[in-house]
């Protein structure tokens, strides 16, 4: 075993899995693409007036309508997975429930965007 005084430095030892400031520059990347998305979603909706079911699936009729719909979706996707995800990691400790949380997790977040794909191109 090395002595204490080569364990400091570029010796260091280091564990970890090393993705913490890419989730938390994706968090904030997501967060002003859903930011921007809704702030828009909000003034096209109040621009148009026409709240009716008819008004929403023409608002969401043309393609690049439903192109920025699945990327703010996918957007919320990744941001809701790396949340639950830091909150399984730092808060579980025994392993198989945190692993069988991660499945829940993903498995649930999924069906979600299947669900949430499905009713989009339905319109």
Do not use: E, N
């Amino acid at each position: 075993m090395a002595a204490a005084k080569d364990m400091v430095g570029s010796r260091r030892l280091v564990v970890g899995a090393h993705y913490g400031i890419g989730a938390w520059v994706g968090q904030r990347i997501t967060a002003l693409f859903m930011g921007v998305y809704f702030v828009g979603l909000l003034a096209c909706l109040l621009w148009r007036g026409d709240f009716t079911y008819l008004g929403w699936a023409q608002l969401f009729a043309p393609i690049w309508a439903k192109a920025l719909t699945v990327l703010a979706w996918g957007a919320l996707l990744y941001h809701v997975w790396v949340g639950v995800r830091d909150i399984w990691m730092d808060y579980v400790r025994p392993v198989s429930l945190r692993l069988l949380l991660h499945v829940l997790s993903a498995v649930w977040l999924a069906a979600c965007g299947v669900w949430a794909m499905a009713i989009l191109w339905r319109v």
